[in-house]
C-alpha cells in the first residue's frame, strides 16, 4: 500500500525551527521532494532528494536555512527548517516519484504524495 505520512509541523516564531519527517511506503522511490503551498497560490517545490546516490536540490528561497536528508533504513525523508521566517508559513507536503524524468520541483512529475503538515512561523 502506498503512503506517505508526514509529522512534524507546528508553529514556531520567526528563527526557530521544525524538523519534518516523511514515512514512505509501498515502494522504492526514487526521488522524494518537499513541497509547499499557501492558500490561493501554486505548490512550490521546496527541497528535493534523489534516494539512491543522495543528491539533493533546494528552491532559492530556502538554500542555507533548510535540509533535505533520508534515512534508508527507516524509509524515511527529513526537512531540517532552520532560521524559519513568516514567509515559510505554509501547508507542507512530502512527495514521491518511482521514475524522474523532469525537474525535481515540477509537482506533475511527483505521483504519490503525503496529506501535508502545516507550519505557521509568526513575527
Known amino acids: 500500500q502506498v503512503q506517505l505520512v508526514e509529522s512534524g509541523g507546528g508553529s514556531v516564531q520567526a528563527g526557530g525551527s521544525l524538523r519534518l519527517s516523511c514515512v514512505a511506503s509501498?515502494?522504492?522511490?526514487?526521488?522524494m521532494g518537499w513541497f509547499r503551498q499557501v492558500p490561493g497560490k501554486e505548490r512550490e517545490g521546496v527541497a528535493g532528494?534523489?534516494?539512491?546516490?543522495?543528491?539533493?536540490a533546494y528552491a532559492d528561497s530556502v538554500k542555507g536555512r533548510f535540509t533535505i536528508s533520508q534515512n534508508n533504513a527507516k524509509n524515511t525523508v527529513y526537512l531540517q527548517m532552520n532560521s524559519l521566517k513568516p514567509e515559510d508559513t505554509a501547508m507542507y507536503y512530502c512527495?514521491?516519484?518511482?521514475?524522474?524524468?523532469?525537474?525535481?520541483?515540477?509537482?506533475?512529475?511527483?505521483?504519490?504524495w503525503g496529506q501535508g503538515t502545516q507550519v505557521t512561523v509568526s513575527s
Open positions: 509501498g515502494y522504492t522511490y526514487a526521488r
Open positions: 532528494i534523489y534516494t539512491g546516490g543522495g543528491s539533493t
Open positions: 512527495a514521491a516519484d518511482r521514475w524522474p524524468s523532469g525537474l525535481w520541483h515540477s509537482q506533475d512529475d511527483y505521483m504519490y
